[in-house]
């Protein structure tokens, strides 16, 4: 079985790309998405052995990646929470690490990094928030 994960993106089509690229390239199991930070943490909460990563857009149509990720700080060890945003500044990249965040992708040059980080499964390393570009 493939990495289950579960999405929170608000945006269709960057949602039914990244469906087919995770399924097609590493072979994830997207099991699931939210559009808005409340759907998305009642569905993680509620499913907390169901997921082994969730990839969370830090602007949503209602609510922030942000509280997500701070819904989440409690996951098990081999879950892991990666932001996927065009906003990947230094600031959010740690204020991502402070909420236990495993990594910070942005959307418009990091897909390749997501992918890989993916591929890795969840024995990936415990965080690599800060090792994309623009750090």
Known sequence: MGLRTFLVEDNARIRENLVGTLEELVG???IGFAETEQDGIRWLIEHPSDWD?????????????????????????????VMLTNYATSDIRKRCSGLGVDAVFDKSHEIDNLMDFCAAGPEAAPSSVNQSAGS
């Open 53 to 81: 990563l969730a990839i969370v857009d830090l602007f949503l149509r209602e609510g922030s990646g942000l509280g997500v990720a701070s819904a989440c700080q409690a996951r098990g060890p081999r879950q892991k929470l």
């Open 28 to 30: 994830a199991q997207v």
